[in-house]
Nanobody, 117 residues
Framework: VQLVESGGGSVQSGDSLRLSCAAS?????????MGWYRQAPGKQRDLVAA?????IHNYADSVRGRFSISRNNNMINLQMNNLKAEDTAVYYC?????????????WGQGTQVTVSS
């Protein structure tokens, strides 16, 4: 599975950003579940939001109501609104056969999101 990420950048607190990730694989089931994780310096990589091809989605409590994940076939988008300084991290796209297997499946190269207060 190849994952190509786009978006990210540096913004001010309260601004919005949109991340996108496109998956490619000979087996579409390899990216039945897709999502975004993030890792801040010195911290573990945590789930931000994920979605399956059937539309089932998960959100971290810290982003619920501010972030929205959507999917169109092999591409997912993460709309991030009302960004806060604590959202600063490297964001990684992930893909896998199920939501439970996302952390152990395929990863993108990561994109930096920096929010200044």
């Amino acid at each position: 599975v190849q994952l190509v990420e786009s978006g990210g950048g540096s913004v001010q607190s309260g601004d919005s950003l949109r991340l996108s990730c496109a998956a490619s694989s000979a087996n579409p089931f390899d990216f039945n579940a897709m999502g975004w994780y993030r890792q801040a310096p010195g911290k573990q990589r945590d789930l931000v939001a994920a979605i399956t091809s059937g539309g089932i989605h998960n959100y971290a409590d810290s982003v619920r109501g501010r972030f929205s994940i959507s999917r169109n076939n092999n591409m997912i988008n993460l709309q991030m609104n009302n960004l806060k300084a604590e959202d600063t991290a490297v964001y990684y796209c992930a893909a896998g056969p199920t939501l439970a297997l996302l952390p152990t499946a395929y990863w993108g190269q990561g994109t930096q999101v920096t929010v200044s207060s």
